[in-house]
């Protein structure tokens, strides 16, 4: 066997077993376990705002993974999720290296797109699973402190105010991106429509569009708050999740606003429950 052919029999073993039938179990137990969080955080802000935005929890993924430890069995439940979370990173990782599913999956964009995914799940996987081994400070950690903290040490750097703008601006573009997508409702193809009862593709079309859009004005509030913190050069402008929907309550709408939102971040945790039913892995 010449040196070519043997690189080319390993490649082809190292994709199939990226499109194996564990790897799409892990990403199937990854949407599941988004799907947790976001229903967790969806209830954590509820609770928020009916206490008036001052109280009722951290509703964040910080205070997601605080509330399962607190449960009965708290401790492998969070060792569940961390692991489904792996299952996801590693997923996310073959995407990378091989390609997503479809016509376009192969395109360099996707696979960039995919390899940042992938060190996101990554990371959320290691600080749950830090959390359930006794490191309390890794997985329940404030987003707001560490936005705060990142965007102080930010500013100080020089051209820290254009660095820390342009990601505000990245932020808030990425929100109103993932906005308009569920709107469109591209995420159509991603799942085997086909397969979905008439019923089941108006309960997953509602779930989409709702929880998308919710999802993708949290994340584009929270950039704006990022771009403000750099014009006024203040870093205590900068919020995580919790502060961004604690805000919320705070238009003129009054904690109502809140309320929708938490219902459409819980409505984006049963998309995340239909994606692990019907995503094509």
Same mark, same amino acid.
């Given at each position: 066997m010449t040196p070519r052919s043997a690189t080319k029999r390993a490649q082809g073993q190292a994709e199939r077993a990226a499109n194996s039938t564990a790897v799409a179990a892990g990403a199937r137990a990854g949407f599941v376990a988004r799907g947790v969080i976001?229903?967790?955080i969806g209830v954590l802000s509820l609770r928020i705002a009916f206490?008036?935005?001052?109280?009722?929890?951290?509703a964040d993924r910080g205070g997601a993974v605080a509330e399962i430890a607190h449960k009965p069995f708290g401790t492998v439940l969070l060792y569940l999720l961390g692991t489904a979370l792996a299952g996801m990173a590693l997923w996310r990782l073959s995407e990378a290296a091989f390609g997503q599913a479809g016509p376009d999956g192969r395109k360099a964009s996707k696979r960039a797109m995919a390899a940042g995914r992938f060190v996101f799940y990554g990371f959320v996987s290691y600080s749950v699973l830090s959390y359930a081994a006794g490191d309390e400070g890794s997985g329940s950690g404030s987003s707001d402190k560490s936005s705060q903290d990142v965007t102080a040490r930010a500013l100080d750097w020089p051209g820290g105010q254009w660095i820390v703008g342009i990601v505000g601006v990245a932020? &808030?573009? =990425?929100?109103?991106?993932?906005a308009v997508r569920a709107l469109m409702r591209k995420f159509h193809k991603?799942?085997?429509?086909?397969?979905?009862?008439?019923n089941a593709r108006k309960a997953v079309d509602c779930v989409g569009v709702f929880g998308g859009t919710a999802r993708g004005a949290v994340f &584009?509030? =929270?950039g704006a708050f990022a771009l403000t913190a750099a014009v006024q050069h203040e870093p205590g402008r900068a919020k995580g999740m919790d502060d961004t929907l604690r805000a919320f309550t705070g238009t003129p709408a009054g904690?109502?606003?809140l309320v929708l939102t938490a219902l459409g971040l819980m409505a984006f945790g049963v998309f995340s429950w239909a994606n692990a039913r019907w995503r094509k892995v």
């Open positions: 976001y229903m967790l206490s008036g935005g001052g109280g009722g929890g951290q932020v &808030a573009a =990425a929100g109103v991106w993932i991603h799942l085997t429509m086909s397969e979905m009862s008439k &584009a509030v =929270a904690p109502w606003l």
